[in-house]
Nanobody, 121 residues
């Protein structure tokens, strides 16, 4: 059973930071590309950041470049999203996702249930 469980969401003031975590089952994680998406009501889910199992610096949506950092630890089967200098427009439900293959921008097969991030002004 593939499982992705997010944590770390909450309420923060603009300019603050949050760190989201996603715990993945080993089967999911070892050869998977991992990503964070976000969604607000009435809008499509958008990719925020993605990282393959090969590592590297990852890819980011233009709106979060320089503020968010995605990272992963294979030993812990965990992927994180460090979010700094948060803005009100970052408010959304954030989802962890996984897929086989190296294409970060392709369709994802597995999803977590999401964690709410609310940034107040």
């Amino acid at each position: 059973q593939v499982q992705l469980v997010e944590s770390g969401g909450g309420l923060v003031q603009a300019g603050g930071s949050l760190r989201l975590s996603c715990a993945a089952s080993e089967r999911t994680f070892s050869r998977s590309t991992m990503a964070w998406f976000r969604q607000t009501p009435g809008k499509e889910r958008e990719l925020v950041a993605g990282l393959t199992w090969l590592g590297g610096s990852g890819v980011y949506a233009d709106s979060v470049k320089g503020r968010f950092t995605i990272s992963r630890d294979s030993a812990k089967n965990t992927v994180w999203l460090q979010m700094n200098r948060l803005k009100v427009e970052d408010t959304a439900v954030y989802y962890c996702a996984a897929r086989d293959g190296l294409d970060i921008w392709a369709v994802y097969d597995y999803w977590g249930r999401g964690t709410q991030v609310t940034v107040s002004s």
